[in-house]
């Protein structure tokens, strides 16, 4: 006999139990009673999401082939969503991101209040949500500490590199809003924020991706003391696919409470995106938040850059680096402030690894964490292994070729990243018997300090253990040479070298 909780759940999905019930009752005839006792005794394929309750004593309900679906998922966020829970918003902010978002991003996009009387903090939604088996903490390579939606254990290995590209976009993006704020006069000019590992802006009790004070005429109010405070910029941006009503709700939810707090100067509220679907973009237009793109923002030109530099980032991450690519991304996002500093620092990971590609192997990965037994882990930006023959592991620093690398950051290279990826090597079953070499790549020079430290390890490592090199502008413009891609060594040139080359 099919049971009819079972019957309706294959066909409606999962749901709450109250609807199950009003099935039941419609359906079947039976009393609301005898309705819900049935449900609540529901066995079998049936589960129950444990900690999240709902109005009324209901629960959120599927079956266990269905867990984790995009079904599931949905269904849960507007059933979350229809009663303005901080959870759904949390989880609905995570699946617009693919489903996974670096860690110091959660409280961001959570849409959460940081701090607020009758408001659950982001820290709390959290843990709710992992006690509920729905989010989880995991390294994500590329990405490092990141929250996502709970999947199969290597669900989210095979986007981390379009991921990694999407945040690097946004980044960027970020930049060229800090500057167009800046150029129109709309804020304090150094006092734009930019989210960060170590930090996150934020306005009143939320965290943004970019604030800044506005001290134009009509965004100011007087405070208590009579003297008059200046009003706010807030911004959040999504680079990835089209933003929906259910991934735009978290930013609106955090967009109105805000406005809420009576302390809080006028805030100027913008949401920046790809492209929206047309009832996620009615509904910011309803609520008063400007909903931007790039293109209407900055023109074709930055707008195309940025889609250009995402699609860059992601190939180069598998396949080949495209040098003509680079010169037009230099181009066309140069003109934003800071830009170059930050691209030569970034492609030159990616330039890295196919230099690697094209001299060592053509097995390559790029940012791969590394756990030693020991439970300590350190990240290796390029690794390139020879089948039952070596393994070598690149660290890379792509700084203006006029500069120093900053000491402390090879010393922590000589001091932990070495160490530690070589003791996870030799705990390694496949890897633990070969050749490994460490490598340091950089387009800056090294202080006379750090050449001392490298001399002084160079020769204090037994070569029968690991062996590390340095490799800095001359050695590394050689290395493009040895690619035989003349369009790679004139990119290296051009970006990343002294002027003339010396």
Known sequence: MVDPVEDFMRYQGPCLTSAVSDHLVQNLGLTPAAARKRVSRASGEVKRLAYITFPRKARYVYLEKQFGSPEY?????????????AYGYAIAAIRLRGGVIPEYQFPIASGSPLRQAKHLSPETV????????????????????????????????????????????????????????????????????IRGPDSAPTVGTFAWDLTAPSYLSFMMKPGKDGNMKPGFIACDVYLGGEVDVQGIRPFINKCLTL???????????????????????????????V???????????????????????????????????????????????????????????????????????????????????????????????????SVTFIECKGYNPYANVPDKEFTHWVQHNVPVIYAAVKAHPEWKNLKV??????????????????????????????????????????????????????????????????
């Open 73 to 85: 998922w949905s269904n849960l966020v507007d059933a979350l969503q229809d009663t303005n829970s």
């Open 126 to 193: 959290l843990q709710r949500l992992i006690q509920a088996g729905l989010l989880e903490r995991r390294d994500v390579p590329g990405l490092g500490a990141c929250i996502s939606l709970v999947q199969s254990e290597h669900h989210f290995d095979f986007m981390a590199a379009e991921m990694r590209a999407r945040l690097i976009t946004e980044e960027f993006l970020l930049y060229a809003v800090r500057d167009w704020v800046r150029k129109l006069g709309f804020v304090s000019y150094d006092k734009v924020a």
């Open 259 to 289: 406005r809420r707090l009576r302390n809080v100067g006028p805030c100027m509220q913008i949401f920046v995106a790809g492209k929206y679907s047309e009832e996620a973009f009615a509904l910011l237009k309803q609520n008063g938040i």
């Open 291 to 389: 909903p931007a793109t790039p293109g209407n923002l900055f023109g074709d030109e930055i707008a195309e850059g940025l889609a250009q530099l995402s699609s860059v980032l992601t190939k180069a991450a598998f396949t080949a680096l495209d040098p003509e690519g680079l010169d037009l991304l230099f181009k066309r996002l140069g003109k934003i402030e800071g830009a170059s500093v930050q691209l030569r620092g970034t492609l030159f990971e990616y330039l890295a690894a196919e230099i690697a590609r094209k001299t060592i192997s053509h097995q390559v990965k790029m940012n791969r964490i590394f756990k030693s037994p020991e439970g300590k882990k350190a990240e290796a930006d390029v690794v390139a292994l020879v089948d039952d023959k």
């Open 437 to 502: 070499q460490f490598e340091f790549w950089s387009t800056a020079s090294l202080s006379d300090d750090a050449s001392a430290m490298f001399d002084t390890a160079k020769k204090t490592i037994k070569a029968s253990r690991y062996t590390i090199e340095l490799r800095l502008g001359k050695q590394i413009h050689q290395l493009c040479k040895d690619t035989g891609n003349d369009g790679l060594v004139t990119s290296f040139r051009k970006h990343f070298m002294k002027y003339p080359p010396v």
